[in-house]
């Protein structure tokens, strides 16, 4: 199974470490470097098995190609999985990662990375102490840009205003019922803008502390993990894990379009059809969440001042997702389809 997954997986390289001390492993996928060094986030969880893990590093760094390719900027696609075993000891966790940050050191600037799900600006600067120059978002205290969330959020926001154009014929947020899933660094921050903008804004989440903060602190309403599928709302934003986009849940959904900052919201190829087929307008999640990825490269390596990346990425996402829109429409194909082939052109051109 392992050896099929490899054999098809469309990337370069991987790298497997097995990290003797706590029994993770370290999965270090580098999709492509046509464009330039493969940069991703470092996403740290458990998983049911190698397999998955393996599974979801491919996808995830696969992703990344086509989200720095799509606004035409100079790097490849990578991402690192780092799978903890169920019985995981969070005290073993800062040396682990300073094992991590020397593998990627080692790699000497084939791979560089920042923070996903799971991985915080604090976790970058132990990364840094081992792998800088290839450590991207760490605390700014610690000289980096800080969190990306925000940034994410604002493309993720910008996408939502381009899915309102397209299917009402204005941008305009205002009343419109977007539902949240996930409150975390990208989707708490998405909220602040919706409710800014005047939209009508429910949330999903798991955790008791954020469920208490939205619902009972800023008068959101709730809607429980198993509901968020059946829920009436013009835009469903996924905020959290990958996967939700699937031959189950897209039957039941009652939404007009899906637009959020989750990365792989599909489960598979198939699912973008199953959208299509029901006409539910989904803004390719690699389109709209190429935000924090600009923040943390146009900040540390160009030097951009905040307004400066708030340009950038509303210009960048707003373009790129009516391009997007445009074609699959006058193509007749689904978006997610119509997305990689405008980045597969910017890939293609460099040969
Ligand atoms: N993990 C985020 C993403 O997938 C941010 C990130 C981008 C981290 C690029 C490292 C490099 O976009």
């Known amino acids: ?46 998983y049911p098995n190698l397999q998955a893990a393996l599974q979801d590093v491919f996808r995830l760094a696969e992703g990344m190609t086509y989200k720095f390719a799509g606004p035409g900027m100079p790097y490849g696609g990578g991402k690192a999985v780092i799978a903890l075993p169920g019985d995981f000891d969070p005290q073993a966790r800062p040396a682990l990662l300073r094992r991590y940050g020397a593998l ?19 976790d970058m600067d132990i990364i840094a102490e081992t792998g800088a120059p290839y450590v991207f978002g760490r605390t700014q205290a610690g000289s980096g840009a800080g969190s990306s969330g925000p940034a994410t959020a604002l493309g993720v926001f910008t996408g939502i205003q381009v899915a309102c154009e397209h299917l009402f014929g204005e941008p305009s947020l205002r009343g419109r019922r977007v539902l949240v899933q996930g409150t975390g660094s990208v989707g708490g921050s998405l909220i602040e803008y919706l409710r800014a903008a005047g939209a009508q804004v429910l949330f999903s989440e798991v955790d008791k502390g954020a469920i208490h903060r939205f619902r009972d602190e800023l008068g959101l309403q709730f809607v429980s993990p198993e509901a968020v599928y059946t829920m009436e709302c013009d835009i469903l934003a996924p905020c959290a894990l990958g996967g939700v986009l699937n031959a189950n849940t897209i039957p039941r959904l009652k939404c007009r379009a899906v637009v959020g900052g989750a990365n792989n919201q599909l489960a598979d190829a198939k699912d973008a059809e199953r959208l299509q087929a029901r006409n539910i307008l989904y803004a390719p999640d690699y389109v709209v969440n190429v935000g924090g990825a600009m923040f943390l490269l ?45 980045a597969g052109q910017r890939l293609s051109a460099t040969e």
Do not use: N, Y
């Open 104 to 122: 990627v050191h080692q790699l000497g600037g084939l791979f560089f990375t920042g923070p996903d799900v799971g991985t915080s600006s604090a």
């Open 298 to 342: 146009g900040v540390e390596t160009q030097g951009w001042t905040q307004e400066r990346v708030e340009q950038e990425v509303v210009e960048s996402v707003r373009r790129a997702l009516r391009e997007v829109f445009e074609l699959a429409a006058t193509e007749g194909i689904p978006t997610d389809a119509a997305a990689r082939q405008i």
């Open 1 to 46: 199974m392992i050896e099929s997954l490899l054999r098809e997986w469309s990337g370069e390289t991987v790298i497997v470490r097995h990290d003797r001390p706590t029994g993770a492993w370290i999965l270090i996928a580098i999709h492509s470097t046509r464009l330039g060094p493969a940069g991703g986030g470092t996403r740290i969880k458990s």
